[in-house]
């Protein structure tokens, strides 16, 4: 079992930057790969970055490519989402996601593993 705790979020304006932060604790936490997923209010859970177990690979949906930064730091048992240049359309509780495995990334159903989530909002 793993737990996940995020924090980070807020209230910003339109072109500001956030980070984001996923402590995992219950389990080694290089083991699992790890994922950052979004829900706007209404939306269904999107996906947003993965990252791999030693941080070799990063993938990403396209509508961050560009303005967001996946990462993790396995000795603090912690990943990250570095967002830059936020737009309106940002806004949604964000989630992050554990796995053993890297299957089916983009989907809810590839993670076991769950956060809470923590609330990004932008104005424009």
């Known amino acids: 079992q793993v737990q996940l705790v995020e924090s980070g979020g807020g209230l910003v304006q339109a072109g500001d930057s956030l980070r984001l932060s996923c402590v995992a604790s219950g389990r080694t936490f290089s083991g699992y790969a790890m994922a950052w997923f979004r829900q706007a209010p209404g939306k269904g859970r999107e996906f947003v970055a993965a990252?791999?177990?030693?941080?070799?690979?990063?993938y990403y949906a396209d509508s961050v490519k560009g303005r967001f930064t996946i990462s993790r730091d396995n000795a603090k048992n912690t990943m990250y989402l570095q967002m830059n240049s936020l737009k309106s359309e940002d806004t949604a509780v964000y989630y992050c996601?554990?796995?053993?495995?890297?299957?089916?990334?983009?989907?809810?159903?590839?993670?076991?593993?769950w956060g809470q989530g923590t609330q990004v909002t932008v104005s424009s």
């Open positions: 996601a554990a796995d053993p495995d890297l299957l089916d990334v983009r989907l809810v159903r590839g993670w076991d593993y």
């Open positions: 990252i791999g177990w030693s941080a070799g690979f990063t």
